[in-house]
């Protein structure tokens, strides 16, 4: 696996650029350069984008911020030699305004956490319970369910696409000379045209096929796993043993969550939750490891998930606490 990941590092590179730029707006030196960067690489304006979107979700970014960045005292900046012509802005001044502003941008990625980073990474993204279908450059379609995110980075041999959370169904467009890849962590689903749906669980991934056919591989190792997932089969990924799980499927049940339904058939009551957080504004707490290891077979709608949850906890004593809004508990009863 590479040490870093150059999309990452770009992004790196346009959040320097934005702090630098915006710091120091008259800086005519600095602008063309920041210009020449944004005009060497067509991916350039792309990571700029995605760096300005930080900002907006931090609260930072206006059409300009330059007058919210911080004021450094007269006392620490350098003092100015008369000169004929108008003197420019003191380089300790913008160093250190820069050094804050630097400061105050790293404290808010840290802030933000996972969805910061999921947002810098990804090229559509969904907010809860939003449902939503997109076109990709090639022509294929996807469906990304509610909390799910994709990046997808297409070249003239390659077509590729990294679920980085949830859940999406593709419809690929044919394209033999130019495969069709998605990564989901750990696996890599290759085709030249079919539809499928990837599932990128806490516990598992699963591959499911609705017609053609896929390959599926171990991203880092490259072991095959399957090399031909056909209509009405999926694969189920353990992320803790490594072992996959290739078993047969009706089509109607591939697709449910984009019927509102989640479907359950003697399936592990824990995982299941897992299933139903994505569609739920806070934290899900199950307090009971053996309430968790409970078999459950149903199907619940998710567009109504706190019934789902209780529906699921029931019939084995348990129940649905709701602290807040946000913060719900599942617990055996006592």
């Given at each position: 696996?590479?040490q870093?990941?150059?999309?990452?590092?770009?992004?790196d590179?346009?959040?320097?650029w934005?702090?630098?730029?915006?710091?120091?707006?008259?800086?005519?030196?600095?602008?063309a350069?920041f210009?020449?960067?944004?005009?060497a690489?067509?991916?350039?304006?792309?990571a700029?984008r995605?760096?300005?979107?930080i900002?907006?979700?931090?609260?930072?970014?206006a059409p300009?911020?330059?007058?919210?960045w911080?004021?450094?005292?007269?006392?620490?900046?350098a003092?100015?030699?008369?000169?004929?012509?108008?003197?420019?802005?003191?380089?300790?001044?913008?160093?250190?305004?820069?050094?804050?502003?630097?400061?105050?941008?790293a404290?808010?990625?840290?802030?933000?956490?996972?969805?910061?980073?999921?947002?810098?990474?990804?090229?559509?993204?969904?907010?809860?319970?939003?449902?939503?279908?997109?076109?990709?450059?090639?022509?294929?379609q996807v469906?990304?369910?509610?909390?799910?995110?994709?990046?997808v980075?297409?070249?003239?041999?390659r077509?590729d696409?990294?679920?980085?959370?949830?859940q999406?169904?593709?419809?690929?467009?044919?394209?033999?000379?130019?495969?069709?890849?998605?990564?989901?962590q750990?696996l890599?689903v290759?085709?030249t045209?079919?539809?499928?749906?990837v599932?990128?669980?806490?516990?598992s991934i699963?591959?499911?096929?609705?017609?053609?056919s896929?390959?599926?591989?171990?991203?880092?190792?490259?072991?095959?796993?399957?090399?031909?997932?056909?209509?009405?089969?999926q694969?189920?990924?353990?992320?803790?043993?490594?072992?996959?799980?290739?078993q047969?499927?009706?089509?109607?049940?591939?697709?449910?969550?984009?019927?509102?339904?989640?479907?359950a058939d003697?399936?592990?009551?824990?995982?299941?939750?897992?299933?139903?957080?994505?569609y739920?504004?806070?934290?899900?707490?199950?307090?009971?490891?053996?309430?968790a290891?409970?078999?459950?077979?149903?199907?619940?709608?998710?567009?109504?998930?706190?019934?789902?949850?209780?529906?699921?906890?029931?019939?084995?004593?348990?129940?649905?606490?709701?602290?807040?809004?946000?913060?719900?508990?599942?617990?055996?009863?006592?």
């Amino acid at each position: 696996m590479p040490q870093a990941d150059p999309r990452q590092a770009r992004m790196d590179v346009a959040l320097d650029w934005l702090l630098r730029t915006r710091q120091a707006p008259d800086d005519a030196r600095l602008q063309a350069a920041f210009s020449a960067w944004q005009a060497a690489d067509p991916e350039n304006p792309e990571a700029l984008r995605k760096a300005e979107r930080i900002w907006r979700l931090t609260g930072q970014l206006a059409p300009s911020t330059t007058a919210k960045w911080p004021v450094v005292p007269p006392s620490v900046a350098a003092p100015v030699t008369p000169a004929a012509s108008p003197p420019s802005r003191p380089r300790r001044r913008r160093v250190l305004g820069w050094a804050i502003g630097s400061a105050l941008a790293a404290c808010l990625v840290l802030g933000l956490g996972p969805r910061l980073n999921l947002t810098l990474q990804a090229d559509y993204q969904t907010a809860q319970n939003e449902r939503r279908e997109l076109q990709l450059p090639d022509g294929s379609q996807v469906v990304l369910d509610s909390g799910s995110a994709i990046a997808v980075d297409f070249s003239e041999t390659r077509r590729d696409v990294r679920l980085l959370s949830g859940q999406a169904f593709f419809e690929v467009k044919p394209d033999p000379s130019k495969p069709f890849h998605v990564q989901a962590q750990e696996l890599e689903v290759t085709v030249t045209g079919t539809a499928f749906n990837v599932d990128l669980a806490s516990r598992s991934i699963a591959v499911a096929v609705l017609h053609g056919s896929v390959k599926v591989s171990r991203g880092a190792s490259q072991q095959l796993l399957s090399p031909g997932l056909t209509l009405g089969q999926q694969l189920q990924f353990d992320r803790a043993s490594g072992q996959a799980l290739i078993q047969n499927l009706p089509p109607q049940r591939m697709t449910a969550w984009r019927n509102g339904q989640l479907v359950a058939d003697n399936a592990r009551l824990g995982d299941m939750v897992d299933q139903l957080r994505r569609y739920l504004p806070g934290t899900v707490v199950l307090r009971d490891p053996q309430l968790a290891d409970r078999r459950i077979t149903g199907v619940y709608d998710i567009a109504n998930p706190q019934a789902a949850l209780r529906a699921m906890v029931q019939p084995y004593g348990g129940r649905l606490e709701s602290w807040t809004p946000y913060l719900l508990l599942l617990s055996k009863a006592q």
